[in-house]
C-alpha cells in the first residue's frame, strides 16, 4: 500500500529516469534545424572536430545532444531512417552504461548507431556483440555505411577467420561479432607466445543485443577451449550396452527432471557392477574401488545421456554427428560439443562415431568475460523480469523504453488442457477458424519433435504452413521475413534472438534478395523492384484489415523472457495482432514445475478430455510456476560464478603475468631469480636450520641436483668439510649452475639463448597453467562433499584453489630450471601455432581446430614439462640426408629428415 502510494505521487525508478533523457532529447531535437542545412562534408567533418574536442578534456556526455543530432541526419541521408525519439532515450540509455529494454519491431539494430558512433569518437573501439554470425554480418555491412559515411571504420568478426584479418578488424573503430567469437579471441590472445600475435586490442565498450540471451541464458556454461585427450572411444561404447539394457528397468536409477540429474540406486548400482564384469569392462574389484573411476565417470554420463537427453529435443543427429540445439532459439549448434564425455555419451548413444575427448587448456564464464569491460551496455526487448540478475551480477540497470506507437495488440487468456493431444487439437481447431481471413499465424514450439508433430496434424488437414526449426536453420532468414504475408502459417521453435522482422506483408528487402538476384539489367531490375513493393504494401493492407499476425503459443515456456519475446513478434510499431497460448497438464512447466494443487483443483472442479479452463488466476499461477524456475537458474548461475570468480582471480594474474613475460626483450634475470630461489627451497628441505653434517640429506640434495640441473656435485664431500653450513651448500650449487648455464649460453650466442629462455618460460607457464585448471576441474566436482562435515563447500574451495595455485608456481619454476638446464639446440624451426590441433566449446560445448606447444624443449624423453606436443632441439650440425649426423634424436620429435612426421613415425619406426 505506502509502496503503491510513493510511486504515484514520485513515479517509478523508471519514470524518474525517462523524464531525465527526455530533457535531454530535446536538446538533441533543437539541433536538428542546423545540422539539416550541412552539406555531406560538413556533416563529415563533424567527426573530426568532435575528436579533437574529446582530445582536449570536453567529455563525451557533453558532446552527447550535438554527436547524436549528427548521427540522426547522417542515418536519414544513408539509410533512409530517422531515428524516433524514444530511439534517441534508447541510444542515451546503452551510452549511459544501461540495459534499454525495447519491444521487438522498435529498431534496437538503428538505436545502437547513436551510443556506437560516440562511444567510438574515443578511437578506444567499440564492440557490438550479437546473437550470431548472420546478425554480425548483416548488421555490420548496413550499419556500416552510415559510420563510413561519418569517417569511422567498420570490422567484423566470423568464425575461421584468419590472424591477420582479426586484427584488422579489432583495429577498426567499430567491431560488429558474436559472444563466442570474442570470449575465444581473448582466450586464445592469452595463449600467444608473442605480442604482435595478439589480435585484441585493450577493452573499451561493448554493446550486446540481445543482452538476456548472452549474459543470463548463456552465461550458465563457460568458453572452454580444449585440447585432445586419451581416446576411449571403446569404452564409451562398451558401457553403452550396458547401460541401454540398464535403463529398461526404472528401478535402477532415479531421476529428478526438476534438477536434471539422475542417480543410479542400489539395486542399480549391484545390477550394473555385475553387467560391466560380465562385459569384462571391470577387470577387478568393485564399481566405486578407487581403480574404476573412470568406469563410474562413463557409467554416469551414459546413464544422463539415455535419461536425461532426447533426440530432436536436446539434439539432433545429422550426417552422422550429433548436433546440440539450443533450447532457447531452437537453432542448431553445429561443432559444439558438450564437454565432461557427455558428448561422446551422446554419439555412443546415437551409434554415429564417437569422437576423442578433450582436455581444458583455457576457459572463461561470459559474466567475467564481459565484466573485463570497462563500460558495458545492452539492449532487448525482455529484461526487466530478470533486472535482479543483471544488478547483482553485472551491475547493469534495466530502463524500460516506451513504444512509438501505442501496442495494439490483444493478448488473450492462456487456455488449459488436461492432456496434450486436447491442447494440439485446440491449436488446430483455431489455426483453421482464423486462416481463411488471410491473417498471418505465427506458431511457438518449444522444441524440434513438437513442432514436426504439429506440422504433420497440419499436413493431415490439408492446411500449407512452413517450419522453422533446427532441420530448416539454413532458410530462418527467409521463412521469418515472409511470416506476415497473407494466410502465412509459420510454425517456428522458440523465437529468441531470431534478430529478423516480422513485417505486415512481408519483408521487401528479403524478398528483393531473394527473386531478383539474377536480373542485371539496371531498368528491368527497378520496374520488378516496384512491382514487389507495391505487392506488399498491398498485402500490408489485407493483413492489417484481417487484424495482424496472430500468434499461437503452444506452451509456456520454463522462462517468461522467452514467451514475452513470442508474443512481441505481433503488434510492432502499432500494427494489430493477437496472441494467445495454449498449455496442458502434460507439458513440461507444469508436470515439474507447477503446482499439484492446480492438477487436484482443476479435476475436482470436474474438468473433463477436451475443455479448456481460461481465467486470469491460471495466468498468475503460470506465472508463478515461471518465477520458480527462474529463481532456480538464478541460483545456479550465482553459485557457479562465485566458484568461477576464484579461477578468475588467478586466470587475471596469470594472463597478466604472461603478458609481462611477452613484453620482456631478456628474462635471463627472471631465470636467475628461479635458479637461486630453487636452490635455496632445495638446501632448505634437505638440510634443516642449525642442524649437524649427520643430519644431513647430502645424497637426497645430490639426486635433487642431478635430476634438476644435470650436474654431478661432490654434496657429501662437502658435508665432511669443516664449517661448511647450508649457506655455503647453496652458494657452490648456485656457483655450478651459473657456470653451466654460462657455458650453454656462449655455445648458443646471446640472441638465440635469450629467445629460447623466453620460450621455455611461456611454453612451461601454458603447461602448468593447463595441469592447474584439470586439477581445479577435479577439486570442484568433489567440493560439495565437505558440506557433510559441516564446512562450507565455498571457503574449503577457495583455501584448495589457492594452495594448488602455490603449487602451480613451485611446478613452474623447477620445471622452467630443468628444462634450461637440459636445453640444446636444433636446426631452425618455423614456430606452430599454440592454437593448433585446440577445440573451442561453449558450455560443455566445443568447436576443432589442431596442438602444440612451442619450439624448444629439454632433449631426451621423459624429463618434468617435456610431452609429444613439443618441438626438440637437438645437438650439433644436423644435415637433414644424413641420419648419422642427427644425434640422438627424441622419439616425440619431429624427425630431422624434414618429413613432417614425428621421428617415431619416421626413421626413428621399430621395425
Known sequence: MLASLVR???GTSNDRALKTFRRRVADVNALEASVTGLSDEELKAKTGEFRERLAKGETQEALLPEAFAVCREASKRVLGMRH???QLIGGMVLQSGKIAEMRTGEGKTLVATLAVYLSALTGKGVHVVTVNDYL????????????SFLGLTTGVIIPNMPDDARREAYAADITYGTNNEFGFDYLRDNMKFRLEDMVQRPFHHAIVDEVDSILIDEARTPLIISGPAEDSSDLYRAVDAVVRELVKDPATYDKDEKFRSVILTESGSDRVEEMLATAGILAEGGL??????????????????????????????????????????????????????????????????????????ASITFQNFFRLYPRLSGMTGTAMTEADEFAE????????????????????????????????????????????SGQPILVGTTSVEKSEVLSQHLREAGVPHSVLNARFHEMEASIVAQAGAPGAITIATNMAGRGTDIKLGGNIEMRIAQELGHIEDPTEREAAENAIREEVERNREIVRSAGGLYVIGTERHESRRIDNQLRGRAGRQGDPGNSSFFVSLEDDLMRIFGSERMSTMLQKMGMKEGEAIIHPWLNKALERAQKKVEARNFDMRKNTLKYDDVMNDQRKEVYAQRREYMLEEDVSSLLAEMHESLIQDLTASRIPEKSFAEQWQST???EDIERIFGLTLPVEEWAREDGMDREQVASRIMTAASEAQAVKAANFGPDLMRYIEK??????????????????????????????????????????????????????????????????????????DPLAGTHEIHADLYESGPESLSGVVAAGEGG????????PIGAGAIVTDDPSSWGETPRNALCPCESGRKYKHCHGRVP
Open 8 to 10: 504515484a505521487l514520485f
Open 84 to 86: 524516433f525519439d524514444v
Open 136 to 147: 554480425a554480418r548483416r548488421d555490420a555491412d548496413e550499419m556500416g555505411r552510415l559510420y
Open 288 to 361: 566405486y574401488d578407487a581403480h574404476n573411476v573412470s568406469v563410474v565417470h562413463h557409467v554416469q554420463q551414459s546413464l544422463r545421456a539415455h535419461t536425461l537427453f532426447s533426440r530432436d529435443v536436446d539434439y539432433i543427429v545429422r550426417d552422422g554427428k550429433v548436433i546440440i540445439i539450443d533450447e532457447f532459439t531452437g537453432r542448431m549448434m553445429d561443432g559444439r560439443r558438450y564437454s565432461d564425455g557427455l558428448h561422446q555419451a551422446l554419439e555412443a548413444k546415437e551409434h554415429v562415431e564417437v569422437q576423442q575427448e578433450n582436455q581444458t587448456l
Open 393 to 436: 551480477i553485472y551491475k547493469l540497470d534495466v530502463v524500460e523504453i516506451p513504444t512509438n506507437l501505442p501496442v495494439a495488440r490483444k493478448d488473450g487468456d492462456d487456455e488449459i488442457y488436461l492432456t496434450e493431444a486436447d491442447k494440439f487439437a485446440a491449436v488446430i481447431r483455431l489455426i483453421k477458424e482464423v486462416h481463411p
Open 700 to 702: 637426497e640434495l645430490r
Open 759 to 832: 620460450q621455455i618460460l611461456l611454453t612451461t607457464f601454458d603447461s602448468v597453467w593447463k595441469e592447474h585448471l584439470h586439477h581445479l576441474d577435479q577439486l570442484r566436482q568433489g567440493i560439495g562433499l565437505r558440506a557433510y562435515g559441516q564446512k562450507d563447500p565455498l571457503n574449503e574451495y577457495k583455501h584448495e584453489a589457492f594452495k594448488l595455485f602455490t603449487y602451480m608456481l613451485d611446478e613452474l619454476r623447477e620445471r622452467v630450471v630443468t628444462l634450461m638446464a637440459r636445453v640444446e639446440v636444433a636446426p631452425p624451426l618455423e614456430m606452430t
Open 864 to 871: 618434468p614439462g617435456t610431452g609429444e606436443s613439443m618441438l
